[in-house]
């Protein structure tokens, strides 16, 4: 094992959370929020055919609540009757969902609608990845201290490398919710089931050789693949190692040779690592964006600012703007893929058409998203919006967008803003999280979920809640 691997293992065995509910508040808050992205999503076609693919599809029963008696199979994984199998939740299914299947849909849905949370040094998403591959390799008798602490070590390492190896990662066209993903995916696993020593740095590197995923699909549903592929390969990755003699390197981040050379070209030693572990850790200090619209977390700021616009000054009529003027500090808007977007998967990653729906609405409009085709005249309002890089600098950590609407009068509009609603610094609170649970779930079924996930100390019984609800169907 080469140095800097022995500092991560080191790192992931001995994290201590016990003390840290700063940490630990945001993770809870963090797991709502997946929960609360995932729901929505399962409606949509994508997300069925997907489990119609793994064969889940019979399994996806909204307010099933099955109990059966059930026999266990030599690998304690897969659960059989004489004439039908049930997945590991319990369900009745007539096809057994796989553990790793199980996370490539939780990780798929709950990324879908693009309504997860991100971090700025990862350039990319943690809880889709992490929480699905954690749900898929749970076990009746976890507690939700060791579930939190699992997540809370796969954010830090992701974070951690994100730090190191963005922007480069992400202008070069990497989706770091994919490569990264994975590896996080694998270090919070090693660490919810106890894996010690080689065996952790092999599941690291089980992980890290499966590293993949693309920027260019964004605006597709090559995207929430990523997520899905991420956790998949993460729970696979652990199922290789506990259940075949398969052997592979324990040198996953060798300086020389490892990931972040191979992926990156970047040399890192033990103390890059040491130095930012829990100091004071990820998911503090740059924090989580949390979002009240499913679009790219990039456009935050820049809906925020035109929302401000639109209370002081009324919602515009297009015909009357001569033009409006996104401004960026240079590469801030490199998320936003599209200028000119054609569907409404695309204007997820466009400021230009969510900026035209706060403007033309007041508020963004999330059924628009949803749309085959926009229409041309929306097209044509959109092309009056205008990228500048004329804002300073900001760290990676940082962001900052200011929105100036020119009418076609002379008369003059602008707003900066830098700590949205749902940022860091301005989170959403469990209040937003019941809303967000509200697009998908009735009052009383909220109640029901909330009481359940602040009385329960094991996290089963609260997976048993949602089951019931129809949150959790795989």
Known sequence: MDSVTQTIVNYIEQTNVTNREDLLSVARIAFLDYLASLAPAEEEQAVQDLTRFIGADQSITVNQDTSTNLNKTANQDTYTHQDKTANVDGHDSYLTVKRADKALYY?????????????????????????????????????????????????????????????????????STG????????????????????????????AATQSAGMFLQSGTDGKPLHAGLAAR?????YELLEYTSLQT??????????????????????????????????????????????????????AEAAEVIC?????????????????????????????????????????????????????????????????????????????????????????????????????????TVNNPKGSPNNPLTLEDIRIKLGLTLQADQIDRIMEAFTHTNEVEPFLQTLRKEGVLHV
């Open 107 to 175: 990780g798929f849905a709950s990324h879908y609608l693009d309504f997860d949370d991100a971090q700025a040094n990862l350039a990319g998403h943690f809880s889709t990845v992490l929480y699905s591959a954690l749900l898929a390799v749970l076990k009746p008798t976890d507690r939700w201290h060791d579930f939190l602490r699992a997540y809370i070590v796969g954010a830090e390492l992701e974070g951690i490398i994100g730090s190191v190896i963005n922007p480069a990662h992400r202008t070069q066209g990497w989706h």
């Open 179 to 206: 490569t990264v993903g994975v590896i996080g995916a694998a270090a919070a696993i090693g660490a919810l089931r106890g894996l010690h020593g080689e065996s952790l740095a092999q599941l690291l590197s089980l």
């Open 233 to 237: 390969n993460g729970v696979w990755a």
């Open 249 to 302: 390197s324990t040198k996953p981040f060798d300086p020389e040779r490892g990931w972040l050379k191979t992926i990156g070209n970047i040399t890192v030693t033990s103390n890059d690592i040491a130095s930012r572990w829990l100091a004071p850790g990820q998911l503090i200090d740059p924090g989580l964006w949390m979002k009240a619209h499913p679009y790219c977390s990039a456009a935050i700021c820049g």
């Open 311 to 415: 209370t002081s000054s009324g919602v515009f009529l297009w015909n009357d703007i001569e033009r409006v003027t996104v401004h960026f500090p240079p590469g801030a808007d490199a998320a936003l893929w599209y200028t000119a977007p054609t569907t409404g998967r695309e204007g997820q990653f466009s400021i230009e058409y969510i900026v035209y729906q706060v403007l033309a609405y007041g508020a963004v409009q999330d059924e628009l998203f949803k749309i085959d085709t926009i229409d041309q005249s929306v097209r044509d309002y959109m092309s009056r919006i205008e990228r500048v890089y004329d804002l300073p600098k900001v760290s990676q950590s940082e962001r900052i967008t200011k929105v100036t609407v020119t009418m076609k009068n002379g008369d003059t509009f602008t707003e």
